[in-house]
């Protein structure tokens, strides 16, 4: 209803009065995008925060650019209960509003000001109060040693429950900052301190200088009993001009726990400083240990947010955390310039974000520990996103948003992974030094505000010197889904060696996809010259080509992914992988791994039987470098779980992986060794957990077993020995003596979860749980995981552990129909898209995959975003089964 009436007035009044009419928006709520009539400018939030209680309330105070005449504006708010509305215009009249929540499940509100204003800059003032999240979104609560905590997680579009704003990306303003809270308890939030006074008796208020400007998905505070170990100031450098301030925050008694972090950051932030030319923009940087957490970090700047065991470490920590403790710190660091200086103006170039920040953090960890290997977990990478862009249902990198489920689905591998290697494959294109031009000319031309993928594409091009074609080249990688397929034949013409081109898209057997797709794709070759190796490039950007190898041998062999930087797989006739793969020791660790993904691509699409696959991989088992010997060991997997029919069969296959890779385990040995390598390490933890767990080598299990015990034995205090097992195989050996002895292990380890608060053991705990294959000891577990002793970040980790077998997966399933709405009160309907995924991975039947349907499907209104996890779900079941009736068992040797 319209609040301004026109009375009695003179004409030229009553003129301009139904002007103003006319001109006020006549909208309905909007879906996913505010309309841009009104944009705010600042914020200033207090609130008042009691970890203990139930419920916070505070007022956000937003100054807001009207920018046409309206009797309302519409923002973003949910489950928030607002008390009050003040809105006060350009002159200082005072308003009083009106609040509702126009679209409570997407959390859309109309504020209505009384009556109809002309374009100005208005204030609002919302006084509101809302329980604290019981899903770790917005301003959430968790409990660590009967503890309480609170912190936010604002991104995606989760800010909403923390305060009334414009919760989308491209309104990007500065922030003020006050908390009150109890006197006892710690506060921290995106920018420094700078104030703190007492107010009522056992209560103070802090407050924090003006942010940066900021989007609503990257504002964070946290407030509790936190410990905070203060580490040196990050020393200036060429491009920050004084220090940085540092600190690692955790819950009560674990501070001590992130010295190695703290002590790893400041090469990280130099490196990026170094890279970009320009300095850390956000004044401090504080590390925070997340007791429980929806995502594996967040890059809130100046209060960087992560899952406990990425940070809490100590030198019996598993080498797997260490390692990763690093690449993810880095990868969140990354985002302080892309993604936090430069920020996407919507969702569908999230990229921007992600593929940046993973992309720069391999280039950091290659920089700072380049025995971590880095640039082969980019190619690792780039080789699991294929498998999702395989799928007809994949989303492009720049897909369009139509909703909040399409922003929630978003963060995937195509974002992250996809969009990392096709930076590093024009990285390579242009060449590094250029590349990084381009990137500091972007984020100089950008800082502070935000950008699109033009806008990259653009700076890049300009720095290479490159026109449209380029441009067009990018793009068809950013605006298409799917994996180039590049077919390579070699011919003799004219005294010269040809590669005849062709590219179309790669589809799985089974896909019903359409093949005649095009990129411009920087092919770059490597083949035999005298002496050696050369490599030649070309860009293809039509169906077919050609390329002269200068100065081939005649009897050369090619490569046709040289240092494997194209994100693409490619094919030979069987004669050239034959040459190919004798000449696997000339290629690097690089190529290797592009070696063996193609074969598994040609496995996956029926050109190679199980019997070629396997003699084609074995020579790859036997390669140096630890992170290719592993590669082909999901394509045995594959093989053994769905295509071996006999146990002499099985039995063949196991008796493959022996001979590939036990004496490697052996070598390495159980414990661990003085001075040996984190390699070393991170591999005989992957190799038990393999032989172990999915091959089931006896003597392996045998060994895990002994470890098991050892740890399941009590010490003098009544708890359970973990301390004398080698943490990197603490998980498999409690797996291994859960399968072995059944219920009294589950019982151990569920009565002693809720006493243990160490992350790396709770998850060595979960990791064993998770792989009880006993169908009621796995239903006891699955009950455990949805109670309140396992975190909810902790449960899908129990749940996604139970599909190794047909038993397992219908076991699974059956359960989580039974127990939907308890799964679902607990994740959300945020996580509801990862739902489809987590109880139909691994299910391999058109039944299974037509159970799927009919169960999700009448509830995908209540899931945003699960459609998409459920039409991928959906396709992967049914490749796997046309794959599988593809295939005959017999080539199996055995």
């Keep these: 209803m319209r609040r301004l009436i026109c009375l009695s007035v003179s004409l030229a009044?009553?003129?301009?009065?139904?002007?103003?009419?006319?001109?006020?928006?006549?909208?309905?709520?909007?879906?996913?995008?505010?309309?841009?009539?009104?944009?705010?400018?600042?914020?200033?939030?207090?609130?008042?925060?009691?970890?203990?209680?139930?419920?916070?309330?505070?007022?956000?105070?937003?100054?807001?650019?009207?920018?046409?005449?309206?009797?309302?504006?519409?923002?973003?708010?949910?489950?928030?209960?607002?008390?009050?509305?003040?809105?006060?215009?350009?002159?200082?009249?005072?308003?009083?509003?009106?609040?509702?929540?126009?679209?409570?499940?997407?959390?859309?509100?109309?504020?209505?000001?009384?009556?109809?204003?002309?374009?100005?800059?208005?204030?609002?003032?919302?006084?509101?109060?809302a329980p604290f999240n019981q899903q770790l979104q917005g301003l959430y609560k968790v409990t660590h040693a009967s503890v309480p905590y609170v912190m936010t997680q604002m991104e995606p579009v989760s800010a909403r429950f923390a305060f009334p704003g414009f919760d989308e990306p491209g309104f990007k303003t500065p922030y003020d900052i006050a908390l009150t809270i109890p006197a006892d308890q710690v506060g921290v939030a995106n920018a420094r301190q700078i104030g703190e006074t007492s107010g009522r008796p056992g209560w103070k208020t802090l407050t924090f200088a003006q942010t940066r400007p900021l989007p609503t998905y990257l504002v964070a505070f946290a407030v509790g009993k936190w410990d905070i170990a203060n580490a040196p100031a990050i020393a200036p450098d060429s491009f920050r001009s004084e220090a940085l301030p540092l600190r690692g925050i955790a819950a009560q008694g674990e501070a001590h726990r992130m010295q190695h972090v703290l002590g790893e950051t400041p090469s990280i932030i130099h490196a990026l400083e170094n890279y970009y030319g320009f300095g850390y923009p956000f004044g401090k940087l504080d590390l925070l240990a997340a007791p429980d957490f929806s995502a594996g970090a967040m890059e809130n700047p100046g209060l960087v947010t992560f899952r406990d065991w990425l940070l809490l470490l100590d030198p019996d920590s598993p080498a797997q955390y260490v390692r990763g403790s690093f690449n993810v710190t880095a990868h969140e660091l990354a985002h302080q310039w892309t993604g936090d200086t430069v920020t996407l103006a919507w969702w569908d170039d999230l990229w921007l974000n992600e593929a940046f920040a993973t992309w720069m953090q391999q280039k950091v960890t290659m920089k700072v520990h380049p025995e971590y290997r880095a640039d082969l977990d980019r190619i690792s990478g780039a080789q699991q996103a294929m498998q999702n862009d395989s799928l007809v249902s994949a989303r492009k990198i720049r897909q369009p948003i139509t909703g909040n489920g399409d922003i929630e689905t978003a963060f995937d591998s195509i974002t992250y992974r996809k969009g990392a290697a096709v930076l590093g494959m024009f990285e390579g294109y242009v060449g590094e030094d250029t590349f990084q031009k381009g990137m500091r000319a972007y984020i100089q031309a950008h800082k502070f505000g935000n950008a699109t993928a033009d806008d990259l594409v653009d700076a890049i091009a300009a720095a290479a010197n490159q026109g449209d074609s380029f441009k067009q080249a990018f793009n068809s990688f950013l605006d298409q889904s799917g994996v180039p397929y590049v077919r390579v034949a070699l011919e003799h013409q004219n005294g010269q060696v040809v590669l005849n081109l062709s590219q179309d898209r790669y589809l799985p057997l089974g896909s019903s996809g359409e093949a005649n797709r095009t990129w411009g794709i920087p092919v770059c070759v490597r083949y035999a010259v005298a002496g050696g190796t050369r490599t030649g490039c070309q860009l293809l950007t039509k169906p077919t080509g050609t390329m002269v190898l200068s100065n081939a041998s005649a009897s050369t062999w090619v490569m046709p992914n040289a240092d494997a930087r194209g994100y693409y797989r490619f094919s030979l006739d069987k004669s050239q992988w034959q040459d190919l793969a004798q000449h696997l020791g000339e290629l690097n660790a690089r190529e290797q791994l592009a070696y063996a993904d193609s074969i598994d691509a040609g496995f996956r699409k029926g050109e190679w039987n199980a019997a070629e696959t396997l003699a084609a991989l074995k020579p790859v088992t036997g390669v140096a470098t630890d992170e290719v010997a592993i590669a082909p060991l999901n394509t045995i997997a594959w093989i053994y779980r769905y295509e071996a029919a006999s146990d002499a069969q099985r039995s063949a296959i196991v008796t493959w992986v022996k001979d590939a890779y036990l004496p490697r385990l052996q070598r390495l040995g159980y414990q661990r060794k003085p001075g040996e390598s984190s390699a070393d390490a991170v591999l005989r933890g992957q190799l038990a957990e393999a032989l172990a767990l999915d091959f089931k080598l006896p003597e392996v299990r045998a060994a895990m077993l002994q470890f098991g015990d050892a740890a399941l034995s009590k010490t003098p205090d009544g708890k359970l020995n973990f301390d004398v097992v080698n943490p990197d195989l603490l998980g498999v050996a409690l797996a291994v003596a859960a399968q072995e002895h059944g219920k009294p292990v589950v019982d151990a380890l569920i009565s002693t979860l809720p006493k243990v608060s160490s992350p790396d053991l709770r998850n060595a705990m979960l990791a064993g749980l998770s792989r009880v294959e006993d169908p009621a000891l796995a239903d006891q577990v699955r009950d455990f995981a949805i109670g309140k002793d396992v975190k909810v970040g902790e449960m899908a980790m129990i749940l996604r552990g139970s599909s190794e077998t047909p038993q397992q997966r219908d076991g699974l399933w059956q359960w989580f129909t039974l127990r939907y709405p308890l799964v679902l009160a607990r994740t959300g309907s945020f996580a509801g898209g990862l739902l489809p995924g987590l109880v139909g991975g691994g299910h391999c039947s058109v039944a299974a995959a037509d159970h799927l349907q009919s169960f999700f499907q009448p509830r995908l209104k209540d899931l945003p975003g699960a459609d998409r996890g459920l039409a991928q779900t959906r396709e992967r079941i049914l490749l796997c089964a046309a794959l599988k009736a593809k295939q005959d068992p017999a080539s199996i040797p055995h």
């Design 13 to 129: 009044l009553a003129a301009w009065c139904a002007a103003s009419l006319a001109n006020t928006p006549a909208d309905t709520a909007p879906g996913a995008r505010l309309p841009d009539w009104a944009v705010p400018t600042s914020y200033r939030l207090a609130l008042t925060v009691n970890p203990a209680a139930g419920e916070f309330s505070g007022t956000a105070t937003i100054k807001v650019d009207l920018k046409q005449p309206a009797d309302h504006l519409w923002l973003n708010g949910r489950s928030l209960h607002v008390s009050k509305v003040v809105v006060t215009d350009a002159k200082g009249e005072v308003h009083a509003g009106t609040y509702e929540e126009a679209q409570p499940q997407e959390g859309v509100s109309r504020v209505d000001f009384g009556a109809v204003l002309k374009p100005q800059a208005l204030t609002l003032e919302i006084a509101y109060s």
